[in-house]
């Protein structure tokens, strides 16, 4: 096996064709889309292979199959996705995204996913906030670990070549400017391993442990995000960070913990300490139309076959998360802050026992209430970043040649806030053009994927200056405490000038502490060395949200300025987009692309039918 002489001896060199950083939903379908191509392919995880964060997706994968509804297809799909994004998103994305959604679920069903079924024999869909039909196929509210369990056994199938438990530090370029490998190490040995490729694809998920409560595993600590600035990438709507209004508040150990939207989306519903239900009262005008005045207590949410009756609960999660946050802050919370979510009134035991099968043994086990006869406490909690890595729309080639970037990773297709269930189609939908866009460039271009060994040795004696300072420096877990409280105080749900100041004052002196941060011990498994690279890619992560909150002067979606309440519509036609050169951070505004016409019909249809569903528009090119 070829080696790379560094500071710290030999280390092994891995050569591919494309190699896939990321083993969840998008990393998976794009590693399975390039070695279907030809190409040598290595997936490389920073976990154990099926332990990606997306197993912990529960409600569904969001496809206009029509299966439950047959008004559906992808022109509504389409537009419920730009409302949901505040029309913020991507138009080409969210385009793309809604035509072939529906095969890239019939094609997991086709690889052996066992989808909750209709009378008929039909994968089932359920209602979702901010789908105007029941939407979403589903296996019971597991669905998650079903995709990572089908997309992994057709990955291994086909030969991908799997390295686990393996950090990637940093992305290497060739004399041209491309991305052409990557270093990293075992987490296990603490060893250090490169790899080199013609492609690069990025897909390690999100943010979330940069937020004190959040939804998300310990893997998610923005890496992906980081590697790409600091590769040169730009990235947007930072700002667009979404709150899950349901996620666990207590026990404080369990704390942020996901509470799916299914429960909702199965006719749970939301109680302040009064017994009301709340959301009635926070209805904006932008969904009203489609939303009914009452709501049947028998649970039929639907009218005579031709509009569709929205329960309040199934708004949009920004517009949830900020009327829970609401409640709270005026003295009507639950005893532990947040509010009640409901479902034992509304169904049977039968009902929620099978349909939420993992919603009934979490509650019953980590907090001792059984959701058949009680009420939940939840409230928001950090959940996922619409912001990301700025790609190609068709091809998620990001602005550094030979790398690619999909799903949590990636930015655009959600605009300001992301609808439920969008997100496991995304990762499929955009994982395999990912792949194929990697695979063609890595059959038809040359690339010089030779690694210059300044680089790697750089990188290697960067990682181990963490190691060789004494034990007087920053502790990495005392750093990572403070970010998270700076997070979450100052760049939370709600935001104000001043906070965000405060907060980019606080990054700028965290970033000084975590310059001196010090592990030492040795390589073997040393979790306080692993959090001081982590902090690396959370304090990047950190400092692009603050600045492009500050510049976003407006209410938009997940990104919510209490001193600009309102959306502005000059801004709708903005992306500020954030940069890393020279270790400084910008922002610049710069406009996003302009829908086309018989897209921008979609709405105008809409509104003249009084809300009803259109699907006159000719389709698009796939």
Same mark, same amino acid.
């Given at each position: 096996?070829?080696?790379?002489?560094?500071?710290?001896?030999?280390?092994?060199?891995?050569?591919?064709?494309?190699?896939?950083?990321?083993?969840?939903?998008?990393?998976?379908?794009?590693?399975?889309?390039?070695?279907?191509?030809?190409?040598?392919?290595?997936?490389?995880?920073?976990?154990?292979?099926?332990?990606?964060?997306?197993?912990?997706?529960?409600?569904?994968?969001?496809?206009?199959?029509?299966?439950?509804?047959?008004?559906?297809?992808?022109?509504?799909?389409?537009?419920?996705?730009?409302?949901?994004?505040?029309?913020?998103?991507?138009?080409?994305?969210?385009?793309?995204?809604?035509?072939?959604?529906?095969?890239?679920?019939?094609?997991?069903?086709?690889?052996?996913?066992?989808?909750?079924?209709?009378?008929?024999?039909?994968?089932?869909?359920?209602?979702?906030?901010?789908?105007?039909?029941?939407?979403?196929?589903?296996?019971?509210?597991?669905?998650?670990?079903?995709?990572?369990?089908?997309?992994?056994?057709?990955?291994?199938?086909?030969?991908?070549?799997?390295?686990?438990?393996?950090?990637?530090?940093?992305?290497?370029?060739?004399?041209?400017?491309?991305?052409?490998?990557?270093?990293?190490?075992?987490?296990?040995?603490? @060893?250090? %391993? $490169?790899?080199?490729?013609? =492609?690069? +694809?990025? /897909?390690?998920? #999100?943010?979330?442990?940069?937020?004190? !409560?959040?939804?998300?595993?310990?893997?998610?600590?923005?890496?992906?995000?980081?590697?790409?600035?600091?590769?040169?990438?730009?990235?947007?709507?930072?700002?667009?960070?979404?709150?899950?209004?349901?996620?666990?508040?207590?026990?404080?150990?369990?704390?942020?913990?996901?509470?799916?939207?299914?429960?909702?989306?199965?006719?749970?519903?939301?109680?302040?300490?009064?017994?009301?239900?709340?959301?009635?009262?926070?209805?904006?005008?932008?969904?009203?139309?489609?939303?009914?005045?009452?709501?049947?207590?028998?649970?039929?949410?639907?009218?005579?076959?031709?509009?569709?009756?929205?329960?309040?609960?199934?708004?949009?999660? @920004?517009? %949830? $998360?900020?009327?829970?946050? =609401?409640? +709270?802050? /005026?003295?009507? #919370?639950?005893?532990?802050?947040?509010? !009640?979510?409901?479902?034992?009134?509304?169904?049977?035991?039968?009902?929620?026992?099978?349909?939420?099968?993992?919603?009934?043994?979490?509650?019953?086990?980590?907090?001792?209430?059984?959701?058949?006869?009680?009420?939940?406490?939840?409230?928001?909690?950090?959940?996922?970043?619409?912001?990301?890595?700025?790609?190609?729309?068709?091809?998620?080639?990001?602005?550094?040649?030979?790398?690619?970037?999909?799903?949590?990773?990636?930015?655009?297709?959600?605009?300001?806030?992301?609808?439920?269930?969008?997100?496991?189609?995304?990762?499929?939908?955009?994982?395999?053009?990912?792949?194929?866009?990697?695979?063609?460039?890595?059959?038809?271009?040359? %690339?010089?994927?030779?690694?210059?060994?300044?680089?790697?040795?750089?990188?290697?004696?960067?990682?181990?200056?963490?190691?060789?300072?004494?034990?007087?420096?920053?502790?990495?877990?005392?750093?990572?405490?403070?970010?998270?409280?700076?997070?979450?105080?100052?760049?939370?749900?709600?935001?104000?000038?001043?906070?965000?100041?405060?907060?980019?004052?606080?990054?700028?002196?965290?970033?000084?502490?975590?310059?001196?941060?010090?592990?030492?011990?040795?390589?073997?498994?040393?979790?306080?060395?692993?959090?001081?690279?982590?902090?690396?890619?959370?304090?990047?992560?950190?400092?692009?949200?603050?600045?492009?909150?500050?510049?976003?002067?407006?209410?938009?979606?997940?990104?919510?300025?209490?001193?600009?309440?309102?959306?502005?519509?000059?801004?709708?036609? %903005?992306?500020?987009?954030?940069?890393?050169?020279?270790?400084?951070?910008?922002?610049?505004?710069?406009?996003?692309?302009?829908?086309?016409?018989?897209?921008?019909?979609?709405?105008?249809?809409?509104?003249?039918?009084?809300?009803?569903?259109?699907?006159?528009?000719?389709?698009?090119?796939?």
């Amino acid at each position: 096996m070829p080696s790379i002489s560094t500071s710290a001896g030999e280390i092994p060199l891995h050569e591919y064709d494309v190699i896939v950083i990321g083993a969840g939903g998008a990393g998976m379908r794009a590693a399975v889309e390039a070695i279907d191509k030809g190409c040598t392919t290595a997936l490389i995880c920073k976990s154990l292979l099926g332990k990606a964060h997306t197993v912990m997706a529960e409600g569904g994968v969001a496809a206009a199959l029509g299966n439950v509804w047959p008004q559906d297809n992808w022109q509504v799909h389409f537009r419920d996705t730009m409302r949901g994004g505040k029309m913020l998103n991507n138009w080409r994305m969210a385009q793309i995204h809604a035509q072939e959604a529906p095969d890239r679920v019939l094609e997991l069903e086709a690889w052996g996913a066992l989808f909750d079924r209709t009378p008929d024999g039909r994968i089932l869909q359920r209602d979702f906030g901010g789908h105007r039909y029941a939407r979403l196929a589903h296996v019971g509210d597991r669905t998650g670990l079903e995709m990572i369990r089908t997309t992994q056994q057709r990955a291994v199938a086909l030969g991908v070549d799997v390295y686990m438990e393996c950090k990637i530090v940093r992305l290497l370029k060739n004399a041209d400017g491309a991305v052409n490998g990557a270093v990293g190490f075992w987490r296990e040995s603490g @060893d250090f %391993v $490169a790899f080199s490729a013609k =492609s690069v +694809v990025l /897909a390690t998920g #999100g943010v979330g442990k940069t937020w004190k !409560f959040t939804s998300n595993s310990w893997e998610c600590t923005g890496d992906g995000q980081a590697l790409a600035l600091w590769a040169g990438a730009d990235a947007i709507e930072m700002e667009c960070v979404q709150f899950h209004p349901t996620g666990m508040v207590w026990p404080m150990s369990a704390r942020g913990l996901l509470v799916t939207e299914g429960v909702r989306g199965d006719g749970g519903v939301l109680k302040n300490s009064n017994g009301e239900r709340f959301m009635f009262d926070y209805i904006s005008p932008y969904f009203a139309a489609e939303t009914a005045d009452t709501i049947d207590e028998a649970d039929h949410w639907y009218d005579d076959k031709v509009n569709y009756r929205r329960p309040p609960e199934l708004l949009p999660r @920004d517009e %949830v $998360a900020r009327a829970i946050n =609401s409640e +709270v802050k /005026a003295g009507r #919370g639950s005893p532990h802050g947040g509010v !009640f979510l409901d479902i034992a009134s509304r169904r049977s035991a039968d009902f929620i026992k099978r349909r939420l099968p993992s919603m009934y043994h979490q509650f019953k086990q980590l907090a001792d209430v059984d959701i058949t006869t009680d009420p939940m406490e939840i409230g928001p909690t950090c959940h996922y970043i619409m912001g990301g890595v700025r790609v190609d729309a068709d091809t998620e080639q990001t602005a550094v040649p030979g790398l690619f970037a999909a799903g949590e990773v990636a930015g655009g297709m959600h605009g300001a806030n992301r609808l439920g269930g969008n997100s496991l189609s995304d990762l499929l939908v955009f994982g395999r053009r990912a792949g194929l866009a990697a695979a063609e460039r890595a059959k038809g271009t040359p %690339v010089d994927t030779s690694l210059e060994a300044g680089q790697v040795n750089e990188v290697v004696t960067h990682a181990l200056s963490f190691l060789e300072r004494d034990g007087g420096g920053t502790q990495p877990y005392d750093l990572h405490h403070d970010l998270q409280e700076t997070m979450q105080a100052l760049v939370g749900i709600i935001r104000t000038e001043s906070e965000l100041l405060e907060a980019k004052e606080k990054l700028v002196e965290l970033g000084e502490r975590a310059k001196k941060a010090s592990a030492p011990g040795s390589r073997r498994f040393n979790p306080g060395w692993h959090m001081a690279l982590d902090l690396e890619s959370m304090l990047t992560v950190a400092n692009c949200t603050t600045i492009a909150a500050l510049a976003r002067k407006e209410s938009r979606g997940g990104h919510t300025r209490e001193d600009y309440p309102n959306p502005d519509p000059e801004l709708e036609k %903005v992306n500020y987009v954030c940069r890393y050169r020279d270790g400084e951070y910008t922002v610049t505004p710069e406009a996003k692309p302009e829908m086309p016409s018989e897209l921008r019909q979609l709405f105008e249809e809409e509104e003249a039918s009084g809300g009803e569903a259109v699907a006159a528009t000719k389709e698009g090119d796939n």
